[in-house]
C-alpha cells in the first residue's frame, strides 16, 4: 500500500507569496499574501495557516512543490531556501515547477493558445507561449524568456499574468477570469499530477530541480578592487 499524500506547494517568485497543500486528490487549502517586500515575513506563516485549515501537520507531508521562477533574485530566493529546508528536515522530496506554468494552469480553459507574462521590473516582463494539448494541458512552447513589453511577439494571442495589467498597450488588455499573479493551487495540481502513480510522461516533464530560474543577473554585484587613496 503506498504511503498517504501531502503535498506543500509554495510561490515566492512575484510580489504575491503563496501557499497550497494537496492530497493527490484535490487541494485542501490555499492562501496568499500580497507584499512585494517581505516574502521572508509572510511564508512561514501563509505555510501554518494553510496546513492548520487543512487539520494537518508538517510532519505528515511527503513532499514539497517550489516555484522556480522566472522572477526577482530575493524574493524568489525565499521560497526555494524554504522548500530545501522543509524538504532535507523532514527528509521529502523537493520539487521544482516553472512559475509560469501554474499561471497558465490557472488560465480558463477555453485559451487554446496564449502566452503567460509577469513583473521582471526594470520595465520587462518574463514570459511563455503555451498551447492546449488534447488532454487539456497548457504545454509550454517557448520561454522562459526576459523582454521590454514591446519586444514580446504577442502575434494576437491572449495574455495572461501581472505582465498583461502592467502593459496593456504592449501586450493586451487582461484576459477576463484569468489569474494576475502564480497560485499555489495551480502550482499544486501541476505537481500532484507529476507525482502520482503512472504519471503521465507530459504531466512529469513540468517538474524541474528546485534551482532558481534566473534570467538576468542580480541586480546586486560583488564589490571591486579598493581604490587606494594614497601614494
Partial sequence: MSAPVLLLAIDTSGAVVTAALHD???????????HAR??????APLVARVLAEAGRDRS???AVAVGVGPGPFTGLRVGLVTARVLGAALGIGVHGVCSLDALAEAAPARLPALLAATDARRREVHWARYVRD??????????????APADVPVRGLPVV????????QALGEPVPGAPADVDAAA??????????????????????????LYLRRPDAAVPGARKRVLT
Avoid: F, N
Fill in 187 to 212: 502550482l499544486a495540481r501541476l505537481a500532484a499530477r507529476a507525482l502520482a502513480p503512472g504519471a503521465d510522461p507530459a504531466d512529469v516533464a513540468v517538474l524541474l530541480p528546485p534551482d532558481p
Fill in 38 to 43: 517581505r516574502h521572508a515575513e509572510l511564508l
Fill in 134 to 147: 488534447t488532454a487539456g494541458r497548457a504545454v509550454r512552447v517557448e520561454g522562459p524568456h526576459v523582454a
Fill in 161 to 168: 499574468g501581472r505582465g498583461a495589467v502592467l502593459y496593456p
Fill in 60 to 62: 505528515e507531508l511527503s
Fill in 24 to 34: 493527490g486528490d484535490a487541494v485542501l487549502a490555499a492562501a496568499r499574501a500580497d
